[in-house]
């Protein structure tokens, strides 16, 4: 399968593609250029590359061969003021995960279903094919073939175990995690056979969570408040919250 997405020569999205494409293939995309393939343009601008593997240590050598600096803990930065932050995911499979984590009982921790969710985000990873092509003539500018990209259900599941482990001092991370949360819902094809093999106990918290913050009304004031700052596109939350009921509706014993 593969996606255009279309930018300006030598912009973001040209360097981004073309950084992908030389970086190892074990990397799983993850973040704001993930989401852009999901959901297409126009999106929000990003300005660095998110990305999960497992056993990160057998493919830091060749990213930092390409790096100009290398931070450790999965950071590099790149020619261009491009950075690119890996996270190392748990070692074993997420069904494996999933079990170890439940023995200590049903109820798992933020840390804990956030760590799970960035696990089934790069074990159900799909190939895409990625272009960036000239916005002016859509001419090609680079390409990254056959790339792991997270699903839009990976990234929600990510995302909404995210914000509530952000802090209250980057409000502004909080607000972009839910713009591109109702941007996946909306226009990401996030089809129900990807939210049902969601694993159970991370998709009852993810559900109630999407509800909370685009369903109910309260949080859904406070969602308007974080994301109208936004607007290319305008997310229209009436559209998210008819996505989330079709979704939970979908879902029997799930929230709402």
Request: net charge negative; aromatic share 4%.
């Amino acid at each position: 399968m593969a996606v255009v997405l279309s930018g300006r020569r030598g912009g973001t999205t040209h360097r981004e593609v073309e950084l992908l494409a030389s970086l190892p293939p074990e990397l799983r995309l993850i973040g704001g250029l993930a989401v852009m393939c999901r959901v297409g343009t126009p999106h929000r601008a990003t300005v660095d590359l998110d990305a999960v593997t497992r056993d990160l240590t057998s493919v830091h050598p060749a990213i930092a061969r390409l790096a100009l600096t290398s931070a450790g803990g999965g950071q590099y930065r790149f020619e261009g003021d491009l950075d690119l932050d890996v996270i190392d995911i748990a070692p074993v499979p997420t069904d494996e995960l999933l079990a170890e984590l439940l023995a200590d009982g049903p109820d798992l921790s933020d840390l804990e279903l956030n760590v799970l969710a960035h696990t089934w985000a790069h074990d159900s990873a799909r190939a895409l094919d990625i272009v960036a092509v000239d916005d002016d003539g859509g001419a090609r500018l680079a390409q990254a073939t056959d790339r792991m990209v997270a699903t839009s259900a990976g990234i929600v599941a990510m995302k909404a175990t995210t914000v509530p482990l952000r802090a209250s001092s980057r409000p502004e991370k909080r607000a972009s995690d839910l713009y591109d949360l109702g941007r996946l819902l909306v226009a990401g094809r996030l089809s129900p056979g990807e939210w049902a093999a969601m694993p159970e106990p991370l998709r009852d918290v993810v559900a109630a969570r999407l509800h909370q913050w685009f369903v109910d009304d309260g949080g859904r004031d406070r969602t308007y408040r974080d994301v109208r700052r936004f607007d290319e596109p305008l997310l229209d939350l009436d559209d998210v919250a008819d996505v989330v009921e079709d979704l939970l509706a979908s879902q029997p014993g799930q929230a709402g």
